[in-house]
């Protein structure tokens, strides 16, 4: 912390421990902390060092969070001694993080309870808002409990009260909207009370799909909530809103679009971008600017702008419960993309407002970490973040009753916070999904303790991670080495192929060790909302014609969805989704980023092949295994031509065997089949039926270039 001009700056380095910067002058001894309550003024024992031009205090009692400190010189100098580091210490936690389950507006028929947490405020007041107006109704002064928690009570129900928080913390007002609102009104400016009791008989049909037998039952479906209805041809009213989702959409050619065709599709997740509220849309506007949210502003809310009745604050959650409703009625299940890794903007965030400091990871240098590249890291080993993590995770678990989340940026988190949550949600629903991104972000945490794919083993079979060493090895970079679908593939990278098909779990026959405990970690992708599309990878790299375009793209989704593990589609990626050769669309127009369903009509047979393939991976459980003994045992190399890898699942007491053939090459493959008897094809490099497309009597097949071929018997 450095001072401005001649002013002074103290704080706290730790809860026995004071510093002070600016112009100090001497005697030395002369220097002191006072307390200040109720206008009286009590001198702190202190012993007063001077090193390197910061005047040092030593405490013997530790400072207490909320009282008003100020440190005074011989030559009438003052500052107000502010939280500091304080907040960042282990002692700190532990005298004041709350385990209650009450933070927030709790609204009942007979009166609501506010609570926040706030250990270093002196002050809190509650501030009323009427609707529309800028400057408060009423503020009421809150009073601390225990732990740093403030409270009021407000008689009778108060739901759709706009109200926020006004604190005064380190000798400045702030006010701040409340961080467990469940809703606000438009672009944030207030906070919502919610009553949950008067919204469950809104317009809501709540139908749980079907249960799930295993996590490697799941197909993900990427999608985003805009993108989705926004195209001239989706067929629906409601266009990039949460209700047009479900209306029942068709093309002008007759072809079905929105929800009736992902059940068509056969996926069994949907996975939606960020619906928690996002700032770098304007929700006044009609038609605002386009983002894919990942820039989180109250992560209990959901975003305003896909919302229809807008202005009315209950709308957004009314609205997106629909939208999940629709879907589970459909037998489809969601799964939100959730964004704790950071804020919008940090100095903006109710968090950081409340208690400054605390929620946040700094750098050695005292700055902000920016591990995620925004301008700031959340810091989930504090646990009080780790804490406003899960309970934000059960609030959509239990408000909206999804059915997954997928964390981004998830290796910015630490492996005890995922763990916890993940033990926490599987005892409330043990079906969940639960997967993220594993990178390794340059933040300051231990690398054993980020949840990294590195560490993918410490999470055990509780949280999947995309697996990029997968992508790459099937798609290959943009600017890089060739993946399989490149053909010319040395020995190494087919191995490497097999080793991801498998699982990427222990191989211990050819001395490889896992990345994954089981199968069920491995999130198996070619493409998301992040990069190009493949379709335009594709074009952009090489000089391919569309007619190899179409077979490698269909070569790499065949991989998606017949690779142990569980497979992730892209939303379009059935029909060659471009986004016209745009890399990073994350603000682009809404006409680079939406479902085109003009492909989906000019497309259809792709659209039927990954219907078959997804069919086939239903039908045929050895597609699904999860336990690593189990893949050990049934999933076998066999013997192939150059660039064309070749897998035998052996069958179970219920179904045949499978082959698997993969062919790369620019050429025809003439493969040899290991067993004697008569073959079942129902995959080539057209048709991909549980209905078989022929027999083969011979011992050997011919498997056409870049394309698949799935045989049984």
Not at 202 to 215: D, E, F, L, T
Request: hydrophobic share 35%; with cysteine.
């Amino acid at each position: 912390m450095e001072p401005k001009g001649n002013t002074l700056v103290a704080w706290m380095e730790d809860l026995y421990t004071a510093k002070v910067k600016g112009p100090v002058t001497t005697p030395m001894n002369e220097w002191k902390i006072i307390q200040k309550e109720n206008d009286k003024e009590t001198d702190i024992v202190t012993t007063t060092t001077f090193s390197n031009g910061v005047l040092i205090f030593q405490v013997e009692e530790p400072f207490l969070a909320g009282k008003r400190y100020e440190v005074r010189g011989p030559a009438k100098q003052s500052a107000h001694l502010l939280s500091g580091k304080a907040v960042r210490t282990p002692l700190f936690d532990k005298l004041y993080a709350y385990s209650g389950t009450d933070l927030g507006a709790v609204c009942t028929n007979n009166a609501t309870h506010f609570a926040v947490w706030a250990p270093t405020a002196e002050e809190v007041m509650l501030m009323i808002y009427e609707r529309d107006k800028t400057n408060p109704k009423d503020s009421i002064p809150m009073q601390r409990s225990e732990r740093g928690v403030w409270r009021i009570k407000l008689t009778g129900c108060q739901h759709g009260l706009r109200y926020t928080y006004k604190v005064f913390v380190n000798g400045m007002w702030q006010e701040s909207l409340d961080p467990y609102a469940s809703s606000s009104t438009l672009n944030g400016q207030h906070s919502v009370v919610i009553n949950w009791e008067k919204l469950d008989g809104k317009a809501r049909n709540p139908v749980q799909p079907p249960p799930m037998g295993q996590k490697t039952d799941a197909i993900i479906y990427e999608v985003h909530v805009r993108d989705f209805t926004a195209h001239l041809y989706s067929g629906v009213r409601n266009k990039g809103k949460y209700l047009g989702w479900t209306e029942k959409g068709k093309t002008p050619e007759g072809y079905s679009t929105t929800i009736p065709y992902l059940k068509e599709m056969g996926v069994t997740h949907i996975q939606l971008l960020p619906v928690q509220d996002f700032g770098s849309v304007d929700e006044l506007k009609n038609s605002p600017a386009y983002n894919w949210g990942y820039d989180p502003i109250h992560h209990f809310v959901p975003e305003g702008s896909y919302a229809v009745n807008k202005s009315q604050p209950e709308s957004r959650i009314i609205e997106l419960r629909q939208l999940i409703d629709t879907l589970h009625c459909e037998g489809l299940r969601v799964v939100l993309d959730v964004v704790f890794n950071h804020f919008y903007v940090r100095e903006n965030a109710s968090l950081e407002k409340l208690v400054p400091g605390y929620y946040f990871r700094y750098g050695n240098d005292d700055l902000p970490a920016d591990g995620t590249g925004v301008g700031n890291d959340t810091a989930s080993e504090r646990t009080m973040m780790k804490k406003y993590i899960i309970d934000c995770l059960l609030h959509w678990l239990n408000n909206y009753e999804v059915d997954g989340f997928r964390f981004d940026l998830m290796g910015i988190h630490d492996v005890h916070t995922m763990k916890e949550a993940a033990f926490v949600l599987h005892q409330k629903k043990p079906s969940l999904l639960l997967y993220g991104e594993g990178w390794n972000m340059h933040t300051p945490l231990e690398e054993n303790q980020k949840a990294t794919i590195e560490q993918a083993s410490q999470l055990g079979g509780k949280i999947g991670f995309f697996n990029d060493r997968f992508r790459d090895a099937v798609k290959g970079h943009l600017s890089g080495s060739n993946g399989f679908i490149h053909a010319n593939q040395d020995c190494e990278n087919l191995d490497n192929i097999a080793f991801y098909m498998r699982g990427s779990i222990d191989w211990s026959s050819r001395q490889r060790e896992g990345i994954f405990v089981d199968a069920s970690q491995s999130i198996n992708y070619v493409e998301c909302h992040d990069n190009y599309t493949l379709w335009d990878q594709l074009k952009i790299r090489d000089d391919f014609s569309k007619e190899e375009r179409i077979k490698m793209h269909r070569l790499a989704t065949t991989m998606v969805l017949t690779a142990q593990g569980i497979p992730f589609l892209h939303a379009g990626q059935e029909f060659f989704r471009t986004k016209f050769g745009v890399e990073n669309s994350y603000n682009a127009p809404v006409w680079i980023n939406q479902i085109d369903w003009e492909r989906r009509e000019l497309f259809h047979s792709n659209i039927e092949y990954v219907k078959g393939l997804i069919q086939i991976r239903k039908r045929f459980e050895a597609f699904r295994l999860q336990n690593a003994a189990e893949i050990s045992k049934r999933f076998e190399r066999l013997e192939a031509p150059k660039d064309t890898l070749f897998f035998k699942l052996h069958k179970n007491k219920k179904e045949n065997n499978l082959y698997v053939i993969l062919n790369a090459s620019r050429q025809s493959a003439a493969v040899p089949l290991p067993d004697v008897g008569i073959y079942q094809v129902i995959v080539d490099d057209e048709r991909a039926s549980l209905i078989p497309l022929k027999a083969v009597h011979s011992n050997r097949i011919e498997v056409r270039p870049i394309s698949a071929m799935i045989l049984y018997k």
